[in-house]
Structures are given as C-alpha cells and as structure tokens.
C-alpha cells in the first residue's frame, strides 16, 4: 500500500505541469512566461514530458514491473530540475516549483529503494 500512495503522490507531483499541454494559460502561471514569449513553445512542450513522467508514476503504482524505469524517470526530472534551480541562482519565482520537487524527493526515495528489490 504504501509503494501506491508513493507512486500516486509522484504522480500528483507532476499533474499541474502535465496540464498545461491542454490549457497553455498555466504556463504563465507557473513559470510567468507571456504566450508571446519565444520560450514558451518549448515549455508547452515541456508540458508532455511532464505527462510522460505523470504516466510513468501512474503506471508504476499498479505494475511493479514499471517501478525501476519510473524511479529513473521521475528522478532525472525531480534531481535535474532541482540541481538547475541551484545552479541558476535560485529564481524566486521558481521556489514554488523546488519546493513540491524537494518534498516529492522523500517519496521517490521510498518507492525507488523497494524498486529495485525483487
């Protein structure tokens, strides 16, 4: 039960930003980017990876057999984003965003040490 609520709550994680692939208008909101910006194609883009990674947690939490890929997955984007974060001074306006990415760590660290285990 508890790899579930893990699996589910990386999910959760990942939820806002997979959202806006289909309502764009979040991605002012998170990032506070213009629509008319040049970045903001890439970070509606970005919007489906983040569904890629929410579909990897999802599955994950049903199919053991998807936990490792799932692990590594939503590592790469919880640990780069963060490790970026720092490294660019630590935008204000992007502490919201390291914050939900700091605290799903300790999920991810629960459900990434049992899946490897057989």
């Known amino acids: 039960m508890s790899q579930l609520i ?3 709550l990386l ?19 998170l990032y506070g980017l213009s629509a008319d910006d040049p970045l903001f194609p890439l970070m509606h883009h970005r919007a489906a990876l ?7 947690c ?27 974060y720092g490294l660019y001074g630590r935008p204000a ?8 990415d700091l605290a799903g760590l300790l999920p991810l660290a629960w459900a990434g040490s ?5």
């Open 11 to 29: 999910a959760l994680v990942h939820l806002i930003p997979a959202v806006a692939l289909v309502r764009p208008a979040l991605i002012t909101r």
């Open 50 to 56: 983040f569904l890629a990674v929410l579909v990897a």
């Open 93 to 100: 306006s992007l502490r919201s965003i390291a914050i939900v």
């Open 58 to 84: 999802v599955w994950a939490a049903f199919d053991p057999t998807g936990r490792p890929l799932a692990t590594v997955v939503a590592a790469i984007s919880m640990l780069g984003f963060l490790l970026l």
């Open 114 to 118: 049992h899946a490897f285990q057989h």
């Open 6 to 8: 893990c699996w589910l």
